[in-house]
């Protein structure tokens, strides 16, 4: 029988979906907790309990509209809503989608892929409530080694404004079931700005439906965030990967499918039904690798890379490596021998310590060495007594030497601010009028102009904050910059402020960007009915002119 003709088959004997399997999937989609606008009362959707202040006036105190919150009765996390418009409109949407897989007769395994929408409806005069809608838009039914999927396209239909109307309107909606060549993962169409597609789905009891089927020993219980239909059309073709998985390298099988790593690796013999032949490991490979927490992957890469090393020697030194393979070549050369030795001298500085030290612990030591000149051709250097703490020494020279860059590039940067600063003075005298009018005196504080665009630059540094930049801006009149000032410290940085053109402070800050003090606020208060009185003068002026 042809493969269309199976679909064929398949499709016209496809099961609808069990209502109490759609109301599993309502309960778990996401709902809404309606509250009214005086916090007299809520009402929670996922578990349709009413909440009023008797009894909950504390948890209905802390409500915000379309936060979220976890009902105190059902434990389930919902989206606060205020009960609070006038208008017939939807006023809010969730959505979420499912897969529902159901058993066939003669092994057939069916699957359902359905979205559920939950709809806040509220119309004029009458209380909000939720609205459930299902669209299944894919199935998929897999029998005899083999998938199928089946799909329906989105059309328009013209529907009747009444009946017997020649006025239409247009309306999406789905065509027929068809049989799909390709066997990809479900997606659905997310609306927005255009159509994006959303590949999320919940599967919905997935061990119970399956057994009886041709997926009951797929193990799809056990794995989790992967692209489910691509593993069960692998798994159709090679059942035996049920065989890794119940050996407990779920982890790596989930690693293969979820692209993380290139896939299902090439050197696996699907053909053999024993796991070791599979592998290609003997008894005491694969129990040895497992004991030590080795996936077959890794051994492989072990035996492929250590090709003189005996078993025992690759077991042993297996932890040292962790996956890299080209630093092992790096640090110690392509001869068998050196490699040898350095993972035995690896092996020896772990000895009697918490501290491990693995093979990539000691390429950064090599690289660190490399930056600080070292003679690695020195025993002493190459293979340290104590390899943690000659890292460590290294990492902190390192750390001196960058210190020390940056110190000096900062240093450079400074200077050229300083060179800048002192060419805009001349500028900055001709504002100076202005400038003086701006200083101010309350009580223990002051308000001082500076004196010079070097004396922003250096406000910046000694405060750490980027006042320094607005030197230019300052000497130009675009802005104007003036200091806080202790009465009694009148040339010690306290606060810079920054005030516009037209007289409104902008922002006031201290040492590494503080806010103000409680003093400082005082401050700045009485300064702003100050202001207010400066340019409300100038600008009453240029009216009048």
Not at 133 to 141: G, N, S, V
Not at 219 to 234: A, C, G, N, T, V
Not at 338 to 358: E, F
Not at 448 to 468: D, K, N, T, W, Y
Request: hydrophobic letters at 35%; charged letters at 30%; a positive charge.
């Amino acid at each position: 029988m042809k493969k269309t003709e199976k679909a064929a088959m398949l499709l016209q004997s496809f099961p609808e979906i069990p209502k109490a399997d759609l109301l599993e999937c309502q309960r778990l989609a996401p709902h809404f907790m309606l509250y009214r606008s005086d916090l007299s009362s809520a009402r929670c959707g996922a578990c349709g309990k009413t909440l009023t202040d008797y009894d909950y006036d504390d948890f209905l105190f802390v409500l915000e509209h379309k936060k979220d919150i976890v009902c105190p009765e059902c434990g389930r996390k919902v989206t606060a809503v205020c009960d609070k418009y006038r208008y017939s409109v939807e006023v809010e949407r969730y959505a979420q989608n499912f897969v529902i897989f159901q058993a066939g007769e003669n092994g057939v395994c069916y699957a359902h892929c359905v979205r559920i929408q939950v709809n806040l409806h509220k119309e004029l005069g009458e209380p909000a409530q939720e609205v459930a809608r299902y669209e299944e838009t894919q199935r998929y039914a897999f029998a005899d080694g083999q998938c199928y999927r089946f799909g329906r396209d989105r059309v328009n239909q013209l529907i009747p404004i009444y009946p017997g109307s020649d006025s239409f309107y247009a309306r999406t909606g789905l065509s027929e079931w068809k049989y799909r060549t390709r066997m990809t993962e479900p997606t659905w169409d997310q609306p927005g700005m255009g159509y994006f597609q959303d590949k999320t789905y919940t599967i919905l009891d997935d061990a119970e439906p399956l057994k009886g089927t041709c997926l009951q020993y797929a193990e799809i219980d056990k794995l989790d965030q992967i692209p489910m239909f691509e593993y069960i059309k692998f798994y159709m073709k090679h059942p035996n990967i049920e065989y890794i998985i119940k050996l407990g390298y779920t982890d790596m099988v989930r690693h293969w499918f979820a692209g993380y790593c290139a896939g299902v690796p090439g050197w696996i013999d699907w053909k053999q039904n024993d796991v070791r032949r599979m592998l290609g490991m003997d008894s005491y490979e694969l129990r040895e690798t497992k004991a030590r927490e080795i996936t077959p992957e890794d051994w492989h890469m072990i035996r492929e890379n250590m090709p003189g090393f005996t078993v025992n020697e690759c077991l042993k030194y297996a932890h040292l490596i962790r996956s890299c393979w080209g630093t092992l070549e790096g640090c110690a050369g392509k001869q068998t021998e050196d490699q040898r030795r350095l993972l035995k001298y690896l092996h020896r500085q772990n000895r009697g310590t918490h501290r491990q030290m693995y093979l990539s612990d000691y390429s950064d030591y090599i690289r660190e060495c490399r930056e600080l000149h070292y003679d690695l051709n020195d025993p002493v250097i190459r293979f340290p007594r104590d390899l943690a703490a000659a890292h460590e020494r290294t990492a902190e020279a390192l750390r001196a030497i960058q210190a020390e860059r940056a110190a000096i590039a900062e240093a450079k940067r400074l200077k050229q601010r300083l060179r800048d600063a002192k060419k805009l003075d001349k500028e900055l005298r001709k504002l100076k009028l202005l400038r003086d009018r701006l200083c101010f005196r309350y009580e223990d504080l002051l308000i001082r102009a500076p004196e010079s665009a070097v004396e922003i630059v250096q406000e910046g540094a000694a405060l750490h904050h980027c006042v320094g930049g607005y030197a230019e801006r300052h000497a130009k009149g675009a802005l104007h910059i003036m200091f806080i000032r202790k009465a009694d410290k009148p040339d010690v940085p306290y606060y810079t402020m920054e005030i516009s053109t037209e007289g409104k402070i902008v922002q006031v800050r201290g040492l590494r960007n503080c806010n103000p003090t409680a003093a400082v606020k005082a401050l700045i208060a009485a300064y702003t009915e100050y202001l207010a009185g400066i340019f409300g003068k100038q600008q009453k002026a240029r009216k009048t002119a």
